[in-house]
């Protein structure tokens, strides 16, 4: 029994399991846009009720194969405390927390619903060799993420010294200087917020420059993972 059920649920390879994996994708996505009708305005009652009727579904589906990993599972815990195992739950959660909360709880529990959207990494292939390149440059990605915070402190700091005399509403502390410093850096540039002096100019025109390498450095660390990641794969099914 228990291995016709690992057969279905976890990759193999097989007829049973590529038709569970559609379903389970089938019923994401319906679940998602479920999720988007329900914010529409002056919704019919019958519409409602038909929504919280697929949601029930989804739950019960989705339910009943985290119960089965976790069945089928030769380590229990190590499953229940996987990245796969903690979006599997998260799934689930908020519909059985729902129960009893009010109106403002019940909105936050709903939007984690959202990470069903993630269940979709472990059925389609592609999305699996970006996860495994992603967790094989774990330590470069840690350490970028180190050195690019580093980077907005400093750079939240310089701009303060530039921009805090000429707009003391904008850049009144470093702390306010954190939200320019994060959109320069990453290029985004809102606009809400800019330098007016010359020193605060040239000094984010730095920024920008370093800015545009930050966003380049993570794609390099990926590509180059991915490429170790999936060029095995080929090599044996050749």
């Given at each position: 029994?228990?291995?016709?059920?690992?057969?279905?649920?976890?990759?193999n390879d097989n007829r049973l399991n590529k038709s569970f994996a559609i379903f389970i994708q089938f019923l994401i996505v319906v679940s998602v846009i479920t999720f988007s009708v329900e914010t529409l305005p002056n919704l019919k009652p019958q519409t409602k009720v038909i929504l919280n009727s697929v949601e029930i579904f989804c739950v019960i589906v989705f339910s009943l194969e985290y119960i089965a990993r976790i069945y089928v599972a030769n380590h229990k815990p190590g499953f229940i405390f996987?990245?796969?195992?903690?979006?599997?739950l998260f799934a689930i959660l908020p519909f059985y927390l729902s129960f009893g909360v009010d109106?403002?709880?019940?909105?936050?529990?709903?939007?984690f619903r959202l990470f069903r959207l993630l269940k979709l990494v472990r059925y389609n292939k592609?999305?699996?060799?970006i996860t495994k390149a992603m967790l094989l440059a774990k330590e470069q990605i840690i350490l970028f993420m180190?050195?690019?915070?580093?980077?907005i402190y400093f750079a939240a700091i310089g701009i303060?010294?530039?921009?805090?005399?000429?707009?003391?509403?904008?850049?009144?502390?470093i702390f306010d200087s954190l939200w320019w410093s994060i959109v320069t850096l990453t290029t985004v540039g809102y606009g809400d917020v800019y330098p007016v002096t010359v020193g605060g100019r040239i000094f984010t025109f730095i920024i920008l420059l370093i800015g545009l390498g930050i966003v380049a450095i993570p794609t390099g660390i990926i590509s180059s993972s991915l490429t170790k990641v999936v060029e095995p794969n080929d090599n044996d099914k050749a």
């Open positions: 029994m228990k291995e016709k059920i690992k057969n279905i649920v976890e990759y996987s990245f796969f195992g903690l979006i599997d109106l403002r709880s019940l909105r936050v529990l709903r939007m592609a999305m699996r060799h180190g050195v690019t915070l580093v980077l303060y010294y530039f921009e805090n005399e000429a707009q003391p509403d904008h850049f009144s502390s």
